[in-house]
């Protein structure tokens, strides 16, 4: 009789999203009021700010990426994800 193995049909714990800690969700906040006084008390229209936005948060997924993983991979990650969203 051969030994069948049940380890095939186990599936890995794969963890659930994270909740958001208090900084982040404070960024989070300060970014949607920036845009707010952005698009009423500047004047700028929603498009500018959104590309704006787009922008600062290229740049700092750009830094964020050099600092913790080898520049090769966040650079191919980062281009990846430019090319993909641009129209």
Do not use: Q
């Not at 698009?39 to 500018?48: E, H, I, L, N, R």
């Amino acid at each position: 009789m051969s030994k069948s193995s049940s380890a095939a049909c186990v599936e890995p714990r794969v963890p659930g999203p994270r909740r958001l800690g208090g900084s982040e969700a404070v960024v989070i906040v300060i970014i949607i009021c920036l845009s707010s006084v952005l698009a009423t008390v500047a004047g700028m229209s929603v498009p500018d700010v959104l590309r704006l936005l787009a922008g600062a948060g290229t740049v700092a997924a750009l830094v964020i990426g050099l600092v913790t993983r080898p520049p090769v991979r966040s650079l191919r990650r980062l281009l990846g994800a430019l090319l993909a969203s641009s129209p």
